[in-house]
């Protein structure tokens, strides 16, 4: 089993839409978590940290469920700016293993 | 520009030669993280050094790669006797104390 499983898609989404990514993890001893942004053929870009707590930046939302191992990205009012791969992230404080990634498309 | 930079940005070499890849990470950040990455994949941990030091260094790494980061500061990554499975992405990460990485614009390489 990998360590950091996401569903590659592609999500197609009209503009406006809200759209949803779940992404699982095998460690339970796993202690940070992120989610990247990855444009076609770019390095991946630091979008959010992930907190038990769950954290929102503007029109995401990020989520942690330790219980059921797994963090999720909400995104609304979808742009198409928003089209990317989306990169789920755990590990420990100096290494993290990162996930194929789930590609978004936003259609307009 | 005070971001992760890497040189070359593309290289192209012929199977069994050499080349070495540099990355310049944030200034302030003590951490240094090397990632290989191919087509439709998420970056693969190869290395990581905390200051000079290389902490951990991925079991799929074979003899060819070394790492190395001489004064803390700027790091390269070797690769000896390349094979065309060699060829990828190799992107180079640094973050203040794991607080998320920021990633440099990558080194293509392409082994013919």
């Known amino acids: 089993r990998k360590e950091v499983e996401q569903d590659p898609g592609p999500f197609n989404v009209p503009e406006g839409a809200t759209v949803a990514f779940n992404c699982t993890y095998s460690?339970?001893?796993?202690?940070?978590f992120f989610w990247y942004r990855q444009d076609c053929r770019k390095e991946p870009k630091l979008l959010m940290s992930?907190?038990?707590s769950g954290n929102e930046d503007g029109r995401f939302t990020a989520q942690l469920n330790r219980a059921s191992q797994y963090i999720s990205l909400l995104i609304r009012d979808s742009k198409l700016s928003d089209s990317a791969t989306y990169l789920c992230?755990?590990?420990?404080?100096?290494?993290?293993?990162f996930g194929t990634g789930t590609k978004l498309q936003v259609i307009p | 520009d005070t971001g992760v930079s890497q040189d070359p940005r593309h290289k192209i070499t012929k199977r069994g030669q050499n080349v070495t890849f540099r990355c310049d990470p944030i200034?302030?950040?003590?951490?240094l993280y090397w990632y290989r990455q191919t087509l439709g994949q998420g970056p693969e941990f190869l290395t990581y050094?905390?200051?000079?030091?290389?902490?951990?260094k991925s079991r799929l790494l074979s003899d060819r790669f070394s790492a190395e980061r001489p004064k803390g500061s700027f790091s390269t990554l070797e690769i000896q006797r390349t094979e065309q499975g060699d060829s990828a992405m190799y992107l180079c990460?640094?973050?203040?104390?794991?607080?998320?990485?920021?990633f440099g614009p990558g080194t293509r390489l392409t082994v013919t």
């Open positions: 200034s302030e950040h003590n951490r």
């Open positions: 992930v907190y038990s």
């Open positions: 990460a640094s973050s203040p104390d794991g607080i998320g990485q920021y």
């Open positions: 992230v755990g590990g420990g404080y100096q290494k993290v293993t």
């Open positions: 050094f905390q200051n000079e030091a290389q902490l951990e």
């Open positions: 460690n339970s001893a796993s202690q940070s």
